[in-house]
């Protein structure tokens, strides 16, 4: 199995969008992927019609030592795609965890992972907006990162930050990690502000070829809990992710 982490310390980038869309399209290119909400917020597991209670989702995986995944994994609407949830329980796990003094903190969901890596060949983890436990969790359990960028006024605003983490955790938990990656998300060609933010994030990260184009129907379909994807698939942003995912699976060479 190999996981992707897909991180940026901004809200509303398109982290959700991406983390759902990108593990539906593996699954329509013959992939069994595994979905993992890592943000308090449940919106990834909302947007796949999977809210579950506090105590049956990732917040299991960060307190339990031994998490049962076989109840934790959830199927969801769409073949070949399972889901572990998340809620707000994971803000007092993740006190718990932070408490801690004997087990390691870091590794939790690696662990965990490397249980049922034989079952999936794609794991996507979706995150929070910030650089707590539950993100560094998901950097030391990553083989690759995608990092989406919303090109704003203050687009690089965190950016270097968030790169300096993901070294260190590269460095000092995970040198397993490979790929580190940005790509553009909501973007409008004809919008001379996008064209040249997009050109200064080319120049300073390696970035994906691949830009998300804006797309209205993004929110209809965020708001039907369906895959862009799926609810629009000839729609500018379903393309994109489409060629996203080629892009991203020319870069790994395939699966492991
Ligand atoms: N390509 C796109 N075109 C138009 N709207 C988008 C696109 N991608 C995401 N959005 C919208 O942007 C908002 C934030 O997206 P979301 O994935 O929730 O961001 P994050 O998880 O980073 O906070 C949502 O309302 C979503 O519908
Ligand atoms: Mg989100």
Do not use: W
Not at 69 to 98: C, F, K, P, Q, S
Not at 125 to 143: C, F
Not at 176 to 204: D, M, P, S, V, W
Request: charged share 25%; hydrophobic share 40%.
């Amino acid at each position: 199995m190999r996981t992707i982490a897909i991180i940026n310390l901004k809200g509303g980038v398109a982290k959700t969008t991406s983390s759902i869309n990108i593990a539906y399209i593996l699954t329509q290119r013959g992939y069994k992927v595994l979905l993992v909400d890592n943000d308090k917020q449940g919106d990834c597991s909302r947007g796949l019609n999977r809210r579950t209670q506090d105590g049956d989702g990732i917040d299991r995986i960060m307190v339990d030592r031994h998490p049962d995944m076989d109840n934790l994994i959830h199927h969801t609407d769409y073949a070949n795609l399972d889901i572990i949830t998340a809620n707000l329980g994971l803000l007092t796990a993740n006190t718990e965890v932070i408490k801690d003094p004997i087990r390691p903190q870091q590794d939790r969901l690696k662990k965990a992972l490397q249980q049922v890596s034989d079952k999936y060949d794609f794991c996507v983890v979706d995150n929070a907006p910030d650089i707590n436990v539950s993100v560094i969790n998901a950097l030391t359990a990553a083989n690759d990162v995608l990092i989406p960028v919303e090109v704003d006024d203050n687009t690089l605003e965190g950016m270097d930050e968030l790169l300096n983490q993901i070294t260190v955790v590269r460095e000092e938990l995970n040198p397993g990690l490979k790929n580190i990656h940005c790509f553009i998300t909501k973007y409008q060609k004809f919008n001379q502000a996008h064209l040249q933010g997009a050109e200064i994030i080319e120049e300073r990260y390696p970035t994906m070829k691949t830009k998300i184009r804006f797309s209205g129907v993004v929110a209809r379909s965020t708001f039907m809990r369906v895959p862009v994807a799926l609810h629009s698939p000839r729609s500018a942003a379903a393309e994109d992710y489409g060629i996203l995912v080629n892009e991203y699976l020319d870069m790994i060479g395939g699966k492991e």
